[in-house]
C-alpha cells in the first residue's frame, strides 16, 4: 500500500511543473488596529476590535479561536473579501483596504491563494476546469491554462480526475482540486479556512502535507482550525477571542519591500462568451423556453418585413423589367355622356382622348412612346355558330412599344404575329365556356363602345360588323386587370376596327379609354405627368401610384410589426424571470468567482452574454422559421400565379440578408438588455454574503 509521501512525490515527479513556476514571491501581512462592526439593521455587532499583528514573508501561522471570535471574518478581511470598518490591512506593503473594488479584485486574483472548508468548487466545470477558472479570469491562453491546470492537478495527486465534476469525486479529492486551484495565479499568500474540517483523518493528512509543500517551496501560509493538532504543525499560532488577539507568540519585524500590484490580464470578451455558452447548454430546457419565446417575437417580425420588402421589391422589380414604371396614365378631366350608341359630350371641361389627342400628348418632351386603349362590348360565335355575349374586347400596345409582349402573360399559344394580323388572345374563361382551342376561328360582333355599358339605357350599334378572328393564344382570367370574358386584338386591328363601327354606327364617344405615354425615363415621368396636367388632361404616373401603395404597405407592415413586438416584449420579460432565477440559484457560484479575483464587471458580462446567447438563438431560430415559410410560401404563391397563367417568379417573401443580420443582432441586443439589470444584481452581490449562500 502507497503511503501519503509516495503518493505526493509520484505526483510532483510525473508534472514536469518547476517549483519556481508554482508560486509567485512570498508576501508579508501587517494588521494595525483593525476593527470590523457588522451592522444588523440598528444593532452593531463587532466582529474584530482593534486587531494587530505582522505575519512575515513565508511564515506558516495558525489561527485558531472559538465560534464567533472573529476567525473568519480576519481571513476575509486579509483575502481582500471584506473591508476594515477601521485600521489598515497591509499586504505585500500595499494598504488594501484604500483599494478601489477593480483593484481588489486584482489582489485577490494574483496575490492570494484561497482553500476553503466547504471546497467551494463550480459544481458544473471539470476538476480541470475549476483549476483553470482563475487564469481564464486573468485572460490566459487557453492552451496555456490547460497544460498548467493538468500540471497542478497532477501535483496535488489527481491529475487522473481531470475530467470528474466535483460531484463524482470525495471531499479529499476536492480539497485537494481546491489546493491545487489556490495555486493557479502563482499567489504569493495562501489562505486555508479550516482545511480539514469537512475531512477524515487520511484525507486530512494528505491535504496538510500539500500545505506544508506549499510552504517549503516559500509561500507565505495563513490557516484557520478549531483542531490544535493542526494548529501545531505551523510556525505560530494566533490565538483570537471575542474579535481580540489574546495569544501570539512573538511577531516578527516586518521589513518587506511594497510589492505593487502588476498589470495582469483580464478575462477578455471571447471566454466571457465561451462561458456564458457553456452556461446556456448546462441549462438546456430553461434556455429553449426562453429561446422559443425570442424565436416567436423574432419571427413574427421577420415575417412580416419579409413580406412587407419582398412585396415591394417584386412589385418594383416586375414593373421595372416591364418599364410600366416610365408609364403615364391619361384620361379626360370630365366624363362622356351620349345620345343614341355613342352619346355625346355633355361635360364642359372634358377632354376628347381621340387619335388628335394621342398625336399631341406623344410628342410632349421625354416621351419616347404612346397609344391609346380601345375597347368594344360585343357577342363571340364560334366555328360551331354558338356565341357568348357580353365579351369585351380590347387592344394591345402596338408590338413596336416593346411592351405588348408583356401585356399578357399566356397559359397556350402566342402572342400575335403583327399589329394587323386579324387574330387573337381570349381569355381562358372564355374559352372554357366556348371550348376554344389555340387555332380556332371566332367571329367578334361589336355592339358598344367600351365606354358604353349594356343595360346602360343606350341603344346597341345598329349596324354590328363581325370580324372574324383566328385563337393564336389563351390568356389567364382577368390576369392584369382584364375582364374575365375577354378577347385581346393586336392594335392595328383593334383600332381599324373600332373606326369601322365608329363610322357604320355614328359613334360620339371617345375613341380611347386612356392613353398611355412612356417617358425616356422614370425619372422624367412625374414631369410628363405634370406637362400633360398642365394641357388640361388628367394624368396618373405609375411610378407615383407604385410610390403610394409601397408606403401604405409599409405603414401597414410597421403596425403589424409592432403588433408582432409585443411578443418580443414578453419574451424579454420571460428572460428577465430566467436571469433572476439564474442569478438566485448561482448566488454561490458568483460568490467563488469574486473569491477567486473576478472583477463585478466581469459577473455582470458573463450574465449578461448569457442573456445575449439566448436573444442569439432565438433570433437565429426566428430567422430560420422565417426563412423557410418564405420558401414555402413563394412556392405557394407561385404556383397559383402560374395556374392563372402568370408565368413569372414573384417572391413576395424575401429573407435579405439585412434582415438576418438586424433579427439576430437585434435579438441578441435586446436580450442582453433584458439581462441587464439581473446582470447588475449578479454583480453587486457581496462575495462574503454569497459564498454563505446555501
Known amino acids: 500500500m502507497e503511503t501519503v509521501s509516495e503518493v505526493s512525490t509520484a505526483a510532483v515527479s510525473s508534472t514536469g511543473l518547476r517549483d519556481r513556476d508554482l508560486l509567485g514571491k512570498p508576501v508579508g501581512v501587517r494588521l494595525e488596529d483593525v476593527h470590523r462592526i457588522h451592522k444588523m439593521g440598528e444593532i452593531a455587532v463587532p466582529a474584530l476590535n482593534g486587531v494587530s499583528l505582522t505575519i512575515a514573508p513565508g511564515e506558516f501561522v495558525a489561527i485558531m479561536g472559538p465560534s464567533g471570535s ?15 470598518t477601521s485600521g489598515r490591512v497591509v499586504i505585500g506593503g500595499v494598504p488594501i483596504q484604500d483599494l478601489k473594488d477593480r483593484r481588489l479584485a486584482d489582489y485577490r486574483l494574483q496575490r492570494v491563494g484561497t482553500v476553503f472548508q466547504s471546497f467551494n468548487l463550480v459544481q458544473s466545470l471539470s476538476a480541470l476546469g475549476n483549476v483553470a477558472l482563475p487564469m481564464a479570469l486573468a485572460g490566459t491562453a487557453a492552451g496555456e491554462r490547460r497544460q498548467r491546470a493538468q500540471a497542478l492537478l497532477e501535483k496535488v495527486g489527481v491529475g487522473d480526475r481531470a475530467s470528474f465534476r466535483p460531484a463524482r469525486m470525495s471531499g479529499g479529492q476536492q480539497q485537494r482540486v481546491s489546493i491545487a486551484r489556490a495555486l493557479s495565479n502563482r499567489p504569493g499568500l495562501l489562505l486555508a479556512d479550516e482545511p ?21 517551496l516559500g509561500a507565505t501560509v495563513i490557516m484557520v482550525t478549531h483542531d490544535p493538532e493542526i494548529a501545531a504543525q505551523a510556525d505560530r499560532i494566533i490565538r483570537l477571542r471575542n474579535g481580540v488577539v489574546v495569544e501570539q507568540a512573538d511577531q516578527p519585524e516586518s521589513k518587506e519591500a511594497t510589492q505593487g500590484l502588476t498589470a495582469l490580464g483580464r478575462l477578455g470578451g471571447l ?3 465561451r462561458m456564458g455558452v457553456s452556461s446556456v447548454l448546462r441549462r ?3 434556455t429553449t423556453l426562453s429561446a422559443g419565446g425570442v424565436a416567436v417575437g423574432i419571427g413574427a417580425m421577420s415575417f412580416i418585413l419579409s413580406f412587407t420588402f419582398g412585396t415591394q421589391n417584386a412589385l418594383n422589380s416586375s414593373l421595372s423589367s416591364q418599364g410600366a414604371l416610365r408609364q403615364v396614365t391619361v384620361g379626360a378631366t370630365g366624363v362622356g355622356g351620349g345620345a343614341g350608341a355613342g352619346g355625346a359630350a355633355s361635360v364642359a371641361n372634358h377632354k376628347t382622348l381621340d387619335q388628335a389627342a394621342l398625336n399631341l400628348l406623344g410628342r410632349q418632351a421625354h416621351v419616347t412612346a404612346s397609344w391609346g386603349s380601345l375597347s368594344i362590348i360585343g357577342g363571340v360565335q364560334d366555328s360551331t355558330n354558338a356565341s357568348l355575349s357580353d365579351v369585351t374586347a380590347r387592344s ?33 374563361a372564355l374559352a372554357t365556356k366556348m371550348g376554344l382551342h389555340v387555332g380556332d376561328t371566332i367571329r367578334f360582333s361589336g355592339l358598344y363602345s367600351g365606354l358604353v355599358a ?18 393564336v393564344g389563351l390568356d389567364s382570367a382577368g390576369a392584369f386587370g382584364t375582364a374575365a370574358l375577354s378577347i385581346s386584338l393586336p392594335y392595328a386591328t383593334m383600332t381599324g376596327y373600332w373606326t369601322q363601327m365608329r363610322d357604320a354606327n355614328n359613334w360620339k364617344s371617345d375613341e380611347f379609354s386612356s392613353l398611355t405615354l412612356v417617358a425616356d425615363s422614370t425619372a422624367s415621368a412625374t414631369t410628363v405627368k405634370d406637362e400633360v396636367t398642365k394641357l388640361g388632361y388628367q394624368a396618373t404616373a405609375t411610378a407615383e401610384s407604385v410610390k403610394s401603395f409601397t408606403q401604405i404597405l409599409s405603414f401597414i407592415g410597421l403596425g403589424l410589426t409592432g403588433i408582432a413586438a409585443v411578443a418580443l416584449l414578453v419574451a424579454c420579460l420571460g428572460i428577465v424571470n430566467t436571469m433572476y432565477t439564474s442569478v438566485l440559484e448561482r448566488t454561490r457560484e458568483i460568490g467563488i468567482l469574486k473569491a477567486l479575483g473576478a472583477r463585478s464587471g466581469d459577473v455582470r458580462n458573463m450574465f449578461m452574454a448569457e442573456a445575449a446567447l439566448i436573444g442569439l438563438i432565438g433570433g437565429a431560430v426566428g430567422i430560420a422559421v422565417t426563412a423557410a415559410a418564405g420558401v414555402a410560401g413563394n412556392a405557394i404563391v407561385n404556383s397559383l400565379a402560374h395556374q392563372q397563367g402568370i408565368p413569372i417568379s414573384l417572391n413576395v417573401f424575401q429573407t435579405a440578408w439585412w434582415l438576418v443580420v438586424l433579427s439576430v443582432a437585434g435579438a441578441g441586443l435586446v436580450s442582453a438588455l433584458s439581462g441587464f439589470f439581473p446582470a447588475l ?14
Open 196 to 216: 480539514t474540517g469537512n475531512l477524515d483523518d487520511e484525507a486530512g493528512d494528505r491535504v496538510m502535507e500539500l500545505l506544508h509543500e506549499v510552504h517549503a
Open 454 to 471: 349594356p343595360g346602360s339605357g343606350v341603344a346597341p350599334a345598329s349596324k354590328p360588323i363581325p370580324l372574324a378572328l383566328t385563337v
Open 70 to 84: 472573529g476567525k473568519s471574518t480576519l481571513l476575509n478581511l486579509i483575502g481582500g473579501l471584506d473591508r476594515p
Open 271 to 273: 471566454e466571457t462568451l
Open 284 to 286: 438546456r430546457l430553461r
Open 396 to 428: 394591345l400596345p402596338p408590338r413596336d412599344s416593346n411592351f405588348a409582349a408583356g401585356s399578357r402573360s399566356l397559359q397556350a399559344g402566342s402572342q400575335p404575329a403583327s399589329d394587323t394580323a386579324p387574330e387573337a388572345v381570349v381569355s381562358s
Open 681 to 694: 444584481r449578479a454583480a453587486s452581490l457581496d462575495p462574503v454574503v454569497a459564498l454563505r449562500y446555501e
